[in-house]
C-alpha cells in the first residue's frame, strides 16, 4: 500500500491576506504535488462513488479544479457556477450577504434537469454563506443534493449549522 500523504500539511497559510486578518488558506502548494492533488481527487470522488451522481456543480475559481476532476472521476458531468456576467446563455441568479454587501452567482437555467442527483463542490466552508445560497439555486432548480464536499472545513466559523438540512462532508479540519 502507498502511504497516505498528510494533505493538511499540503496546504499554506497566509497571512492578512486578502485583507489584515484573514488566514488565507493557499491550495496552490497541495496542487501543485501531483500525489497530494490525486489523493484529494480520488478521497472526494471515493466518497461519492455509489451515489448515483448526476452532476457535480462547483463554484469559481477554486472549486473548479476540484469539482472537475471529480465529475470525471465519477463519469458525471460538470455545473459550473459563475460570478454574474460571465455565463453566455440564459442564466438563474442567487444573491448572498458576504460581510461586507452581497455577491452574485449565477448557472445556465438548463443546467440542472429536474430530479438530478447533484454533488456540490467546493475548495473551503468559512461561514457557509456560499454554499449555502448555491445550494438553494440547485434546489430552486429541481435537483437533489447528493452532497456538500469540501477540501478544508474552518470548523471555528460554524459554516456547517447553515448547511444542516444537507449532507456535508470536508476532508480536513482547521
Ligand atoms: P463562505 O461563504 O464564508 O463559506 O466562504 C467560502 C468561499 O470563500 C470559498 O469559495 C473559499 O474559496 C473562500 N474563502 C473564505 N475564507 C477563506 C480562507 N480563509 N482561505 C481561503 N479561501 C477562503
Known amino acids: 500500500m502507498i502511504a497516505e500523504i498528510d494533505l493538511k500539511k499540503c496546504i499554506r497559510d497566509i497571512a492578512d491576506f486578502p485583507k ?3 488566514l488565507f488558506k493557499d491550495i496552490t502548494t497541495l496542487l501543485k ?3 497530494a492533488f490525486a489523493q484529494t481527487v480520488d ?6 462513488k455509489n451515489e448515483k451522481i448526476d452532476k ?3 463554484i469559481e475559481a477554486r472549486g473548479f479544479i476540484f469539482g472537475a476532476a471529480v465529475a470525471y472521476k465519477l463519469g458525471a458531468g460538470f455545473i459550473p457556477v459563475r460570478k454574474k456576467g460571465k455565463l ?3 442564466t438563474t441568479s442567487v444573491t448572498y450577504s458576504l460581510e461586507y454587501g452581497t455577491d452574485t452567482l449565477q448557472m445556465h437555467e438548463d443546467a440542472i434537469k429536474s430530479g438530478e442527483n447533484i454533488l456540490i463542490v467546493d475548495d473551503l466552508l468559512a461561514t457557509g454563506g456560499t454554499a449555502n445560497a448555491v445550494a438553494g439555486l440547485v434546489k430552486k432548480m ?3 443534493i447528493a452532497g456538500i464536499a469540501f477540501l478544508i472545513e474552518l470548523v471555528d466559523l460554524k459554516g456547517i449549522e447553515k448547511l ?6 470536508s476532508l480536513i479540519k482547521c
Do not use: H, S, T
Not at 43 to 48: F, G, P, R, T, V
Not at 164 to 169: A, H, L, N, Q, S
Open 20 to 22: 489584515p486578518g484573514i
Open 33 to 35: 504535488d501531483g500525489k
Open 43 to 48: 478521497a472526494l470522488a471515493q466518497k461519492y
Open 56 to 58: 457535480v456543480l462547483a
Open 88 to 90: 453566455p446563455a440564459k
Open 142 to 144: 429541481g435537483g437533489k
Open 164 to 169: 444542516k438540512e444537507y449532507p456535508v462532508y
